[in-house]
């Protein structure tokens, strides 16, 4: 059975930067074509994705969040680790992981698959 | 961005009936490779999304044949026919064909 677990701070100061680490078990991250990605979602609102990263370290960003975000992998430890600098009270959300693929074939990736699992998620407050 | 619409926002819904949700893209979700990049999720009250549909109209493993999803290029449904109780929650529809990575807003289905 594969499970992602979340794991970071609950509460976090505006300005302050956050670090979530997403730990995978059952399976290993270092798998050709898997990735990780991450999405959050605000109380009561829908999701928005924020980062992928592939077992080969290819790292994929949401434009509007990339100037704030780094995502790496470390697949000794089978983790994925997230890191959101300068962060404010609307980034208050609940933080997932989840489990991702994609195919890539003579040098040419194709777009990622379906996410599932996903992680139990983490809610993060921000406030002062 | 590729916007995702999801319609009716909400639904409430007698048990045994059946419910449908829409969701169009602002863009084809088709590829290229042949496949449509486009999925549903359930998430329930606490609990993270779930993967129901995978491109348009495979159902996930474990999910009953009561799901079925539909559609192709922008225009897109998932039909829950002789809703349980335990359907209750929101539905999201995702795209994958293109970064970033977009939802629908989510359809919040309740039992009457």
Known sequence: ??????????LVKPTQT??????????????????????????????????????DDDERYSPSLKNRLTVTMDTSKNQVVLTMTNMDPVD????????????????????????????????????S | DIVMTQTPLSLSVTPGQSASISCKSSQSL???????????????????PQLLIYEVSKRFSGVPDRFSGSGSGTDFTLKVSRVEAEDVGIY???????LPLT??????????
């Not at chain 1, 991702?100 to 379906?114: D, F, L, Q």
């Not at chain 2, 999201?92 to 293109?98: G, L, P, T």
């Open chain 2, 103 to 112: 939802f629908g807003g989510g359809t919040k289905v309740e039992i009457k």
């Open chain 2, 30 to 48: 088709l590829h290229s490779d042949g496949k449509t990049y486009f999925y549903w999720y359930l998430q329930k009250a606490g609990q993270p």
């Open chain 1, 18 to 55: 956050l670090t979530l680490t997403c730990t995978v078990s059952g399976f290993s991250l270092n798998t050709p074509g898997v990735g990780v990605g991450w999405v959050r979602q605000p109380p009561g609102k829908a999701l928005e994705w924020l980062a992928l990263i592939y077992w």
């Open chain 1, 92 to 127: 208050t959300a609940t933080y997932y992981c989840a489990l991702t693929s994609r195919y890539c074939s003579g040098g040419t990736c194709y777009p990622t698959n379906w996410f599932d699992p996903w992680g139990q998620g983490t809610l993060v407050a921000v406030s």
């Open chain 2, 92 to 98: 999201f529809c995702m795209q994958s064909i293109q």
């Open chain 1, 1 to 10: 059975q594969i499970t992602l677990k979340e794991s970071g701070p609950t």
